[in-house]
């Protein structure tokens, strides 16, 4: 396709950004390929030629093979299981399991970074430009649809129909209500708790992400801190094989001259390997550049 926009300098594509976007909440998605390379815009389950010759059927029994061997073996990580599919792809996605999810990113100077971090050169040597890609479709998202799930009407009890009181249970074991608070208060950790049947029932009119119909913009859990420095989201694909049509996206192409000077610009603006990957790998990946590319103070 052809860009819609060629950027060569840090405030041409903010310019950008800011003036041509629409006017609503935009997902924004960094390449050091373009699509026109080869760089389609799919999720990492399409980039493999054995995924691709399977059949529908043998794709999905593929998926979910992989999702429950890898679920068995998050008990020896952590304290409860995830209460759903969403979040289990979620965690397989951020540990390197190719799934149907594609990262996407609200910060449109991340998604930069992540274009200019890396310059690309083709089979023969020659600089390649890249891009930030910018999605222009509206795909429906999954907090919205949990939030409208759980507005469904209730029944207002009476006299005749309220559920008469019990006695407490903990009682015959030396429990009180306060312990049985605490007891609940475990279930929780690094933001998965283990569901209970109410939240179950209001769950059930979400399909998971594998039988979804159309595409769909999950906010995963902060897992993990690079999810929370990096504002990332997750874009579930209905249908994982295909690349994202012309009409979904916008292309911003940043040409290859200008990738130095906006790395450095980014730099200065906390924008860089140690904020958005807050770890030590973040940190060595700054340092290394800091140190030993641009010969810059630390």
């Known amino acids: 396709m052809s860009a819609e926009f060629t950027v060569d300098n840090l405030k041409a594509f903010l ?5 041509e976007l629409p006017a609503r909440r935009c997902y924004f998605r960094g390449q050091s390929r373009l699509i026109d390379t080869g760089y389609e815009l799919r999720p990492s389950i399409a980039r493999y030629e054995g995924v691709q010759a399977l059949t529908p059927y043998e794709r999905d029994k593929l998926e979910r093979d992989c999702l429950d061997t890898f679920e ?34 609200t910060n449109p100077l991340v998604a930069l970074y992540f274009a200019v971090r890396q310059s690309e050169q083709d089979g023969e040597g020659s600089s390649l430009d890249s891009a930030v890609y910018v999605l222009t479709s509206e795909p429906k998202r999954y907090a919205d649809l949990k939030r409208n799930q759980n507005q469904g009407v209730r029944p ?41 049947e109410e939240e179950s029932d209001e769950q059930e009119g979400i399909p998971s992400p594998f039988d979804i119909t159309e595409n769909i913009i999950y906010d ?65 990946k700054w340092l290394k550049y800091r140190a030993f590319e641009i010969g810059g103070d630390l």
């Open 15 to 19: 310019d950008a950004v800011r003036n």
């Open 156 to 196: 207002v009890p009476d006299s005749l129909t309220e559920k008469a009181e019990e006695d407490n249970p903990y009682q015959d074991y030396g429990l009180d209500e306060e312990d049985e608070h605490e007891m609940d208060a475990v279930q929780v950790s690094f933001g998965i708790a283990e569901s209970s």
């Open 220 to 284: 995963p859990p902060h897992l993990a801190p690079r999810i929370r420095a990096q504002d990332g989201v997750l874009l579930a694909c209905h249908r994982p094989l295909q690349p994202l049509e012309e009409r979904d996206y916008l292309e911003i192409v940043v040409k290859y001259d200008s990738h130095d000077d906006i790395r450095r610009q980014l730099d200065q603006y906390g924008v860089f390997d140690k904020q958005l990957f807050p770890d030590l790998d973040g940190i060595a």
């Open 72 to 105: 068995n073996h998050l008990l020896a990580h952590m304290p409860q299981v995830p209460r759903d599919e969403w979040v289990t792809l979620a965690i397989a996605q951020h540990h390197g399991l190719p799934t149907r999810y594609l990262d996407w990113t």
